[in-house]
């Protein structure tokens, strides 16, 4: 219960500046949030986990399922213009292993996806396609925080061993 209510203070939070903080800008073709009026950070997030589908991992900036990692947000990145399905554990590496573009994609830390879920509807303005959530925080271990970018909306806890939730990258630019 209190880690729902901690979601909620965030998502207001972050709704409450939705209007001016973060821009969504096309640049080149590719779909990317500049996130630079709000907390953020300027160190490249981490791409991998020591964590697995039923544990947490290492909690420190080197791993992407760490609530270090989750303290701020990083101050520009692109989209994937892809989604796909996924456990937990494959999408962190999935993501890290992507090599379009050059590489250097990761699953969004849960600040970052709600960002985007909040961004949702600039995003489909700007061309992103095919509604798609998941992030890279762990929970509890056996659950991550969940987030949807579907007509409803959601934010929820997953099972990180459940294979049908989506997920997309992004990457620090």
């Known amino acids: 219960m209190r880690n729902i209510k901690k979601l ?4 207001v939070c972050l709704t409450a500046t939705a209007g001016y903080a973060q821009q969504v800008l096309v640049e080149n073709g590719k779909i990317v949030i500049d996130a630079s009026a709000i907390p953020n950070t300027q160190v490249k997030k981490a791409r ?3 964590g697995t589908n039923t544990k947490r991992g290492t ?12 303290e701020k ?3 520009k990145f692109e989209l994937s213009p892809t989604r796909f399905t996924a456990t937990w554990q494959d999408a962190v590496n999935r993501c ?15 600040k970052e996806a709600v960002l985007i879920y909040i961004l949702w509807p600039e995003l489909r ?10 992030t890279g925080t762990g929970g509890d271990g056996t659950t991550c925080p969940y987030v949807t970018y579907d007509g409803n909306g959601t ?8 294979s049908g939730n989506f997920y997309r990258c992004i990457r620090d630019l």
């Open 59 to 70: 909690n420190d900036a080197t791993n992407i399922s760490s609530v270090v990692s989750d």
């Open 155 to 162: 934010i929820k806890m997953a099972g990180k061993s459940e």
């Open 48 to 50: 991998t986990t020591d």
């Open 73 to 75: 947000v990083y101050y």
């Open 96 to 110: 890290k292993d992507l090599a379009d573009d050059g590489g250097g994609w990761r699953l969004p830390t849960h």
């Open 8 to 11: 909620c203070m965030m998502l």
């Open 125 to 134: 303005k700007a061309g992103l396609t095919n509604a798609a959530g998941g």
